[in-house]
């Protein structure tokens, strides 16, 4: 009778099943829609174009100030597409649905986060040395800058997604997910920027990559945990 | 039959109930008012009046008599903050959740205070009100860690979501405090190295530093009072439908 009961069901899937499937549909509906892609992206491009027209266009000044504004635009532009993370599940109630599964709900949050950091901070670690033309970084600083973009931007989004998590339930999560996360980024920003610009004045980086490396293991083990916890209270209140 | 020892007094488990908690700390706060009112008053006045000038700093030096309790204080705060929110998270704990609400805008005023102090202080003594050193910045992220819990919390209707939500917060955010201890180890900073520590004597002469000492005791007394004022505050507030409230309020 039992056997019967099981073998009319589906059978179980397992883990590395499950984080499949969740990527691959997190990753397709993204492609899906474009525009939501594209944005963080202009976003990054537009903001690193209002330094030089502010602060001002000489190369020199701009080279200085290349490393710390690169970094600060990305960690807005990964902040601002960090709302839409949870948010369509949730709305659409499928987010209950992952709540509800037999596996772990780290394993599922963590395939959400891969997959949008695959999406926003791989991209944007493959359109920084296009913008470090735009703002003259000396070209001995732009395997830094993207080694320490390819580290640091997955923190950025594991930290991110706690955020996101906390405030999906809310109608206007928007401002409140920046009070809460960009504290939580300063670490990140503080190493990131001072590899760029150890690798622009050819001091060993390794040090700062090392610090960048340590956040993102601590991210991957910690974050998860309380991402899952987050998404457990916001959908149950 | 031997009845089992309890680990702890029957007062620290009734500490769950807020009728209790109410009463207990109605209770305790005359004590530590009290204790309050008089180490402050006397560490200020040792401070200010009779503890020697500082050699280098002159009597500007004083300012520290302020600066640490609060700056200590701010830390505490937000530890206490997370570790009542993991209670309340684990547990289940509704006077946790109280005790984690009732610190939030405490350690945050004590995280200004310790900024400002710190920024006249810097100003005769660095010649700049503020630079962005790493003790300075942590505490600066102390801060902002504070108002973003605080405003998480009033951003969520659901009292018991809101508190858990705040919880899970506070404790993503307690990888902080240990940063802002060991930045002036850690890094080069401009800012002097901690003035207390459990297992060497202080690197100042005792009658400076005993009056310091007096008036981080006296700071945290006075945490103790603002504490058990807002959470006996927010005990009445959230349990203001329980007969032993509407009693409590019709006696009076």
């Known amino acids: ?237 | 039959m031997v009845e089992k020892k309890k680990w702890l007094p029957r007062w620290f488990y009734q500490l769950a109930s807020p009728r209790w908690c109410f009463q207990i700390c109605g209770k305790l706060l005359p004590g530590f008012s009290v204790a309050a009112l008089v180490l402050l008053l006397g560490g200020m006045v040792w401070a200010l009046l009779f503890a020697p000038a500082d050699y280098q700093q002159g009597n500007s030096f004083r300012i520290i008599y302020l600066h640490v309790p609060s700056a200590i204080l701010a830390q505490s705060c937000y530890m206490l903050m997370a570790v009542a929110g993991a209670i309340g998270l684990i547990w289940k704990m509704k006077v946790a959740d109280m005790v984690a609400k009732s610190c939030a805008p405490i350690g945050a005023t004590m995280a200004v205070l310790a900024l400002l102090t710190g920024a006249i202080w810097g100003k005769p003594t660095w010649g700049s009100w503020w630079v962005w050193d790493a003790r300075l910045t942590s505490m600066l992220i102390l801060l902002f860690l504070y108002l973003g819990v605080m405003a998480l919390n009033s951003a969520i209707e659901s009292e018991s979501t809101a508190a858990q939500a705040s919880a899970v917060l506070s404790l993503v955010g307690l990888v902080n405090i240990p940063i802002i201890k060991y930045s002036v180890e850690w890094w080069n900073t401009l800012h002097q190295p901690a003035t207390f520590k459990l297992t060497e004597r202080p690197a100042m002469p005792a009658d400076m530093w005993v009056p310091l000492l007096v008036m981080v005791v006296g700071f945290y007394c006075f945490f103790a009072v603002t504490l058990m004022l807002r959470l006996r505050n927010e005990i009445l507030r959230r349990e203001r439908r329980s007969g032993w409230v509407r009693d409590l309020l019709l006696s009076k």
Not at chain 1, 49 to 56: A, K, R
Not at chain 1, 190 to 217: C, D, E, H, N, S
Request: glycine letters at 10%; a neutral charge; zero cysteines.
């Open chain 1, 1 to 237: 009778m039992n056997q019967q009961l099981g073998a009319s069901r589906r059978p179980d899937i397992g883990m590395g099943a499950l984080f499949a499937a969740t990527l691959k549909r997190d990753l397709k509906l993204s492609l899906r829609r474009k525009s939501e892609l594209v944005n963080p992206l202009i976003f990054f491009l537009m903001v690193i174009t209002l330094f030089p027209l502010g602060v001002s266009p000489e190369p020199g000044f701009l080279a200085e100030l290349a490393p710390g504004v690169i970094w600060v635009a990305a960690l807005l532009a990964t902040l601002l597409s960090m709302d839409s993370l949870f948010r369509t599940d949730f709305d659409d109630g499928s987010l209950e649905q992952l709540l509800l599964s037999p596996q772990p709900l780290m394993l599922v949050v963590v395939a959400k986060v891969l997959a949008h950091w695959m999406l926003t901070g791989l991209a944007l670690t493959l359109v920084a040395p296009l913008i470090s033309v735009m703002l003259f970084l000396p070209a001995e600083g732009v395997p830094g800058l993207m080694l320490s973009l390819l580290l640091g931007t997955p923190t950025l989004s594991l930290v991110g997604a706690i955020g996101a998590a906390l405030t999906v339930g809310l109608k206007r999560g928007g401002v409140l997910i920046s009070l809460l996360v960009l504290p939580l980024y300063i670490p990140v920003l503080i190493f990131g920027t001072g590899a760029v610009q150890a690798a622009v004045t050819g001091l060993p980086l390794g040090g700062y990559l090392a610090l960048l490396g340590a956040l993102l293991a601590l991210g991957i083990v910690l974050a998860p945990l309380a991402i899952g916890a987050a998404l457990r209270i916001s959908v149950s209140g």
